[in-house]
T-cell receptor
Framework: EPEVTQTPSHQVTQMGQEVILRCVPI?????FYWYRQILGQKVEFLVS????????KSEIFDDQFSVERPDGSNFTLKIRSTKLEDSAMYFC??????????FGPGTRLTVL | GIQVEQSPPDLILQEGANSTLRCNFS?????LQWFHQNPWGQLINLFY???GTKQNGRLSATTVATERYSLLYISSSQTTDSGVYFC????????????FGKGMKLTVNP
């Protein structure tokens, strides 16, 4: 089965630094998503992206966050100035038809 | 928004036992997925099952959309089945997002 990949698997950063989390969605998929899971909590939706635009975002996705599809294969999530509470697992997902979402293995972000 | 309830919240089994995990949701859905989160935090896609029944090895799932619930069956459990199981649903209101339940922690002892 095709897979979504994410890099790095674990990122450690200092508070206030910018981080970019990278994802390679499944090649023929058109819809892309980021989700977040704070340790011990449930997985929460952040943003959906289609046709080079944000199609939906949650209240969590404030001005500190941005997404981009810089080329034909990557999909990135940028956090401009990280806070301690940004520490979480970040999951990328992609979908061909907006129905079934294929999730990547996640990037663990630790903000010190 | 749509609500997702999973039960039981925790389950401890001996290897070889069977288990049933339940997911109730509060509204009509066009998407329902089951995931297994392993001890390293990775989300493993198990089933895409907005309705009907599917089987994959020792795992099977059934969704009764009209009654707003889904069941995940694990037969002959193994220690590698341990982890957290999440149900996630997508509503019919035009939003694409999946709403996750709180998860069910399964521990399978040898």
């Amino acid at each position: 089965e095709p897979e979504v990949t994410q890099t790095p698997s674990h990122q450690v950063t200092q508070m206030g630094q910018e981080v970019i989390l990278r994802c390679v969605p499944i090649s023929n998929h058109l819809y892309f998503y980021w989700y977040r899971q704070i340790l011990g909590q449930k997985v929460e939706f952040l943003v959906s992206f289609y046709n080079n635009e944000i199609s939906e975002k949650s209240e969590i996705f404030d001005d500190q966050f941005s997404v981009e599809r810089p080329d034909g294969s990557n999909f990135t999530l940028k956090i401009r100035s990280t806070k301690l509470e940004d520490s979480a697992m970040y999951f990328c997902a992609s979908s061909e038809t907006r129905d079934r979402k294929y999730f990547g293995p996640g990037t663990r972000l630790t903000v010190l | 928004g749509i609500q997702v309830e999973q039960s039981p919240p925790d389950l401890i089994l001996q290897e070889g036992a069977n288990s049933t995990l339940r997911c109730n949701f509060s509204d009509s859905v066009n998407n329902l997925q089951w995931f297994h989160q392993n001890p390293w935090g990775q989300l493993i896609n198990l089933f895409y099952i907005p309705s009907g029944t599917k089987q994959n090895g020792r795992l099977s799932a059934t969704t009764v959309a009209t009654e707003r619930y889904s069941l995940l069956y694990i037969s002959s459990s193994q220690t590698t089945d341990s982890g957290v199981y999440f149900c996630a649903v997508g509503g019919k209101g035009g939003s694409e997002k999946l709403v996750f339940g709180k998860g069910m922690k399964l521990t399978v002892n040898p």
